[in-house]
């Protein structure tokens, strides 16, 4: 094996984002039922939410829980996976989705987990990322970004860049997510692995 073959090892990585979005913070009765009802308040958008861009070798996919007909049977959970994963290697997904509420709404906060039975990679994983919100097709606004980010940082990151704008009901989010690993000297190994999940907490503004 070459010197170039050693440094683009490919080995098998999954890792998994699940993006819920049932939740809200009850701030009055009616909001209370809801959250008791499991009223979704915000949907992904199957057709907008896609891998914009990977390094070469890596493979990667969007899904969504769909029944045996292979129809989408859930809108509020999508999972982001990356397999082949090795050092240097990176991918970029577009995540989409719009206030389906009749109220506008904004992020509360968000809260990641990291599943402590695949947490090997913890320490390599980066990420960077945008978001923006679309007024029309053509007329959004950036409301932030961050780069070379820790996990850790990722959900304080996304709290502080949409914790104080309102989502309107015509309005859709767009998330572009790069998850990259260092190219480390740090060997991965073939049974390494990673995952965690993404959970945005949303609040209703009421009249």
Avoid at 12 to 18: A, F, K, M, Y
């Amino acid at each position: 094996m070459n010197v170039r073959s050693k440094k683009l090892l490919i080995i098998s990585v999954t890792c998994l984002i699940i993006v819920g979005l049932s939740y809200s913070i009850a701030l009055g009765q009616e909001l209370k039922d809801n959250y008791t009802n499991n009223v979704f308040l915000i949907e992904l958008i199957p057709e907008e939410c896609k891998v914009l861009d990977m390094s070469e070798g890596v493979s990667a996919s969007v899904e969504f829980i769909r029944d045996e007909f292979g129809n989408i049977v859930d809108k509020t959970f999508i999972h982001l996976l990356a397999e082949n994963i090795y050092a240097g290697a990176s991918v970029t997904y577009a995540i989409a989705l719009r206030n389906i509420s009749s109220l506008a709404l904004s992020v509360d906060h968000y809260t990641i987990s990291i599943d402590g039975g695949s947490n090997s990679l913890e320490d390599l994983i980066r990420f960077s990322g945008s978001v923006k919100i679309y007024r029309s097709e053509s007329e959004y606004d950036v409301l932030g970004s961050f780069s070379n980010i820790r996990i850790d940082e990722l959900a304080q990151n996304l709290t502080n860049i949409m914790k104080y704008r309102k989502i309107d009901i015509t309005e859709k989010i767009v998330i572009e997510l790069e998850q990259f690993f260092e190219n480390s000297s740090v060997r991965f190994k073939q049974d390494e692995g990673f995952s965690y999940k993404l959970v945005p907490v949303f609040i209703q503004y009421f009249p």
